[in-house]
T-cell receptor, first 114, second 112 residues
Framework: NAGVTQTPKFQVLKTGQSMTLQCAQD?????MYWYRQDPGMGLRLIYYSASEGTTDKGEVPNGYNVSRLNKREFSLRLESAAPSQTSVYFCASSIQDYSNQPQHFGDGTRLSIL | KQEVTQIPAALSVPEGENLVLNCSFTDSAIYNLQWFRQDPGKGLTSLLLIQSSQREQTSGRLNASLDKSSGRSTLYIAASQPGDSATYLC???????????FGQGTRLTINP
């Protein structure tokens, strides 16, 4: 029962470097989400994909891009990392967006930008 | 704009006690409300989801209630155990909104 799998679990980057966070779910869910969690700010939605082939901006999309590669995979890319993007990033999925079904979360990627 | 507040930020109780965690929200036009648990270094685990038309949901020793008119939800934990120690987060989906709005969480410690 893998659920939502995120890679890598930890990463340290230098300012200006780029990287892609990977997320895959094996629950045949239609909708996927990327959040960031910061002390004092709670969880905030970065981007989401209501269904395969669609992506939409969330609350804090600046500095990020996403790709819904297929139904299982949803990646988050930082093109030019900044210290303000130091955070814990969570991927989540649900059967259907805007439904009375819960979101299922991965264990997160802890990202530090120096 | 929906705002979700959880008070207290931290709570410590002895094992065996029944306890209540609180969540308040500013916009009563909600679609649903979810309670999550987060263990240190881990992701969120969904505990209970209450639909707008429901007043409560139960799962084992957990019971969540919803009062839209007062903008409040409570999570009741019966016969608390050390394994219940975690941070509990409340999240609200407002009708027509694209996202969940999360509270800051209550960090719960159950002392043996």
């Amino acid at each position: 029962n893998a659920g939502v799998t995120q890679t890598p679990k930890f990463q340290v980057l230098k300012t200006g470097q780029s990287m892609t966070l990977q997320c895959a779910q094996d629950m045949n869910h239609n909708s996927m989400y990327w959040y960031r969690q910061d002390p004092g700010m709670g969880l905030r939605l970065i981007y989401y994909s209501a269904s395969e082939g669609t992506t939409d901006k969330g609350e804090v999309p600046n500095g990020y891009n996403v790709s819904r590669l297929n139904k299982r995979e949803f990646s988050l890319r930082l093109e030019s990392a900044a210290p303000s993007q130091t955070s814990v990033y969570f991927c989540a999925s649900s059967i259907q967006d805007y439904s009375n079904q819960p979101q299922h979360f991965g264990d997160g990627t802890r990202l530090s930008i120096l | 704009k929906q705002e979700v507040t959880q008070i207290p930020a931290a709570l410590s109780v002895p094992e065996g006690e029944n306890l209540v965690l609180n969540c308040s929200f500013t916009d009563s036009a909600i679609y649903n409300l979810q309670w999550f648990r987060q263990d240190p270094g881990k992701g969120l685990t969904s505990l209970l989801l209450i639909q707008s038309s429901q007043r409560e949901q139960t799962s084992g020793r957990l019971n969540a209630s919803l009062d839209k008119s007062s903008g409040r939800s409570t999570l009741y934990i019966a016969a608390s155990q050390p394994g219940d120690s975690a941070t509990y987060l409340c999240a609200v989906r407002t009708q027509g909104a694209q996202k969940l709005v999360f509270g800051q969480g209550t960090r719960l410690t159950i002392n043996p």
